[in-house]
Structures are given as C-alpha cells and as structure tokens.
C-alpha cells in the first residue's frame, strides 16, 4: 500500500527487525530511521484516557508515527473519512470494560464505513490487579468493530505476559498492543517500538 525508499543497508535492516515479531518485542534504535523513509497514508491514533497514562501512550506512538493523536471525544466522522490508518487506543475499566469516552466513539465507528481502512489497536491494563480482564477494553473496541470490512494490523504474541484471562486475545494472540504501565513500565518503550516497527509497513 505504500512505496518504500530504502538503500540496501536499510532493506537489510528491516528484515532483521520483521524477525522479531513473534517475540515479547525486542527491537533495536535502527527501527525509527528506516520509519522516517517510508512514505505513510494519511493516519491519526485516538485515544481514550482518563488518568492520563492512555493519552501519554498516544502520543509516544503518534510521535513515531509522524501524526497527530486526539482524544476520542474530538473524532468526527470526517476524521475517520479523512484518514485511512486508525490507530485507536483505550484504557480498561471495570471487568474488562472500554474507557468510558470510548462508547460514543464507537458507535461512530460502527456508522463509518471502514472496508478500505487499516486499523491497529493498543491499551493499557494492570496484569496483577486484573489479571483476569488484562486489557479487555482492546477485546471490547475489537469485538465492535471486527465485522467492519476493515484489516488489522498489529497483533501481539502473549509470549512475555503475565495474566489470567483476556477478551483482546484471539488465536493466541492479543488483537492489538497490550502495555502495562503500572507493573511493567520498563518494558513499555521497548514494546511501544517493536510495535511500532511492525505495523508501520503495512500503513
């Protein structure tokens, strides 16, 4: 979907990265050069957050991206027709619950038409406090919108994480990029890039 400009030190580099997506998301500092020479299809991530450590997560993978991140109270259908890589973000809540400004959203997406759209999902969780609802909240946006003809990118291997149950894992794998900030944030920059690494082809 998009044309890549790379030197032959640069394709060389990508494969080595691609090897790693299987893994717990180990990646090296080579992977944000390469991004830089990709030209990318209109994108933008959208957040739910309500302590703020969502939105902080949005606009790390925003800045890599090269675009801009807004809050899900902000997403308008024009947005959505605007852009055609959604990069949609959500905190947990509850028993495995959508962050609440998500609901509206939602439905929004739910009346958009997303078939010819690429979507890549993140969200935080607390895997020793809810280790049995672990980011459910990225199963719930999943499960709203997976019948809309769009594609998905970014699945996660479970491989590295701790936890009892979860809603966003499918086949194995969690449906987007699970992070835990509470218990595990020396991990988060590392996962945040390997993700980012993976799914930038496919934008």
Same mark, same amino acid.
């Given at each position: 979907?998009?044309? %890549?400009?790379?030197?032959?030190?640069?394709?060389?580099?990508?494969?080595?990265?691609?090897?790693?997506?299987?893994?717990?998301?180990?990646?090296?500092?080579? $992977?944000?050069?390469? !991004?830089?020479?990709?030209?990318?299809?209109?994108? %933008?991530?959208?957040?739910?957050?309500?302590?703020?450590?969502?939105?902080?997560?949005?606009?790390?993978?925003?800045? !890599?991206?090269?675009? &801009?991140?807004?809050?899900?109270?902000?997403?308008?259908?024009?947005? $959505?027709?605007?852009?055609?890589?959604?990069?949609?973000?959500?905190?947990?809540?509850?028993?495995?619950?959508?962050? *609440? *400004?998500?609901?509206?959203?939602?439905?929004?997406?739910?009346?958009?038409?997303?078939?010819?759209?690429?979507?890549?999902?993140?969200?935080?969780?607390?895997?020793?406090?809810?280790?049995?609802?672990?980011?459910?909240?990225?199963?719930?946006?999943?499960?709203?919108?997976? &019948?809309?003809?769009?594609?998905?990118?970014?699945? $996660?291997?479970?491989?590295?994480?701790?936890?009892?149950?979860?809603?966003?894992?499918?086949?194995? !794998?969690?449906?987007?990029?699970?992070?835990?900030?509470?218990?595990?944030?020396?991990?988060?920059?590392?996962?945040?890039?390997?993700?980012?690494?993976? %799914?930038?082809?496919?934008?």
């Amino acid at each position: 979907m998009r044309r %890549i400009r790379q030197t032959a030190v640069a394709k060389a580099q990508f494969l080595s990265i691609a090897q790693f997506a299987e893994s717990p998301y180990l990646c090296t500092h080579k $992977v944000l050069a390469i !991004k830089d020479k990709i030209e990318m299809n209109a994108t %933008i991530v959208v957040y739910g957050s309500s302590t703020g450590t969502c939105e902080a997560i949005a606009e790390k993978i925003a800045q !890599k991206l090269g675009c &801009e991140a807004i809050n899900v109270q902000d997403l308008t259908a024009e947005i $959505v027709d605007s852009n055609q890589n959604l990069i949609l973000g959500t905190s947990t809540w509850g028993a495995g619950e959508l962050q *609440d *400004d998500w609901y509206d959203g939602l439905r929004l997406l739910q009346g958009a038409n997303l078939s010819d759209k690429t979507i890549a999902l993140f969200g935080c969780g607390d895997c020793e406090s809810y280790g049995d609802t672990f980011v459910g909240g990225i199963g719930e946006l999943y499960n709203g919108i997976k &019948e809309s003809g769009a594609r998905f990118v970014g699945a $996660v291997s479970t491989d590295g994480y701790t936890f009892d149950d979860s809603e966003a894992v499918v086949d194995g !794998k969690f449906v987007g990029l699970p992070l835990d900030d509470v218990n595990e944030d020396d991990k988060t920059d590392v996962r945040i890039d390997a993700w980012v690494a993976e %799914i930038s082809p496919n934008l």
